[in-house]
């Protein structure tokens, strides 16, 4: 089966001027990223604050072109195309970010929001448009009397469920979802995520579902990306992340995370220290600094990628375990 996403070694740096207290210099904020994802599946992005996950989903939502590396949607090469093929491909990656007030109009009822993307990418009809956002509406469990108020006139859960709506009317193929729940009330979320569940299903979505909470994705993910300064550190199905976690970063946010069954036991790893600079990530691996178990080969020599075509992790302590 064709991926309907496909990234291979995609790369992001930004150049940042200097200021008053800094000398400025290049960002390395995401560096040799691949992946794959199939038609109806999720894959989960998870790291820490800075880790360069939402960097990552732009690229793949088209947003932002990579420095380097190739993407494809749908078996289609996207790197170097542009004008209109760009916005036809656009069409079929919508992003969702965190912050649904911050991404709605204010001003514009929620049939206007919602009909905007048809209004300038088809030649529907008024009529047909209307149509269409309502529908929308209904499809995320929201009613038509909805459709004439305005954002801050509804929930945080509501407001997320419009920003989903928005990102359907154009029917993707794929939808990057950037934090979609992180704001919102620990009882709204699971909601929210069902919903997602639900449209996945209905409309035949595939997902990238960006979270700092490991948590988030037990179960919405088939498979998980944990990302450290920029870099995948481990990749797997979801179920051997979570129980057969081998990168030590990736067994720091699982030991941050809650069980589902507390008589399970599970070592306790606190990560000490921040997340290094990257203007200057460390020589060797780049979670050296603050990993538990590194050792002198660490410090001096990147770890590969290694493991079998669906689990690998990049550290030289796995590698001299189980490989
Ligand atoms: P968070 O969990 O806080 O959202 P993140 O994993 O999404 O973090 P990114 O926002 O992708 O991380 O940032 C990764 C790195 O790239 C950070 O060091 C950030 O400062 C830098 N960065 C991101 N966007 C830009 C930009 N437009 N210009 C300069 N640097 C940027
Ligand atoms: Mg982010």
Redesign the pocket.
């Known amino acids: 089966e064709t991926p309907v996403l496909f990234a291979d070694d995609l790369v992001k740096t930004?150049e940042?001027g200097g200021g008053l207290f800094s000398k400025g210099g290049t960002?390395r904020?995401?560096t040799g990223v691949s992946l794959k994802l199939a038609p109806r599946k999720t894959v989960a992005v998870v790291?820490?604050?800075?880790?360069?996950?939402?960097?990552?989903g732009r690229m793949l939502a088209l947003i932002e072109p990579p420095s380097a590396g190739h993407l494809a949607i749908d078996g289609i090469d996207v790197t170097g195309v542009d004008g209109h093929r760009l916005k036809m491909l656009r069409r079929s990656v919508q992003m969702v970010f965190q912050n649904p007030y911050g991404s709605l109009n204010p001003r514009q009822t929620i049939r206007k929001t919602l009909e905007e993307p048809l209004l300038v990418n088809t030649d529907q009809t008024p009529e047909e448009r209307r149509a269409a956002a309502l529908a929308m509406l209904a499809h995320v469990g929201l009613r038509p009397e909805h459709a004439d108020r305005y954002p801050h006139m509804f929930s945080g859960g509501q407001r997320q469920r419009i920003a989903i709506a928005r990102a359907l009317m154009l029917h993707p193929k794929i939808i990057v979802l950037d934090?979609p729940v992180s704001a919102l009330d620990v009882s709204v979320r699971a909601q929210v995520l069902n919903l997602l569940a639900d449209l996945q299903e209905e409309f035949g979505l595939a997902y990238v579902f960006?979270s700092?909470d490991l948590s988030v994705v037990r179960h919405i993910a088939d498979e998980v990306l944990v990302?450290y300064l920029?870099r995948v550190v481990e990749r797997a199905p979801k179920e051997a992340i979570f129980a057969d976690p081998r990168h030590p970063y990736t067994r720091a946010l699982l030991s941050a995370t809650p069980v589902a069954d507390p008589t399970r036991k599970r070592e306790r790893i606190v990560l000490t220290g921040e997340l290094p600079s990257?203007f200057a990530p460390p020589p060797g691996c780049v979670f050296n600094p603050r990993c538990p178990i590194a050792f002198d080969r660490c410090r001096v020599e990147k770890p590969e990628p290694r493991g079998s075509a669906t689990h690998v992790a990049a550290c030289h302590a796995v590698e001299a375990e189980t490989m």
Do not use: Q, R
């Open positions: 930004y940042v960002v904020a995401v790291g820490e604050s800075g880790s360069g996950k939402s960097t990552l934090e960006v700092h990302m920029g990257p």
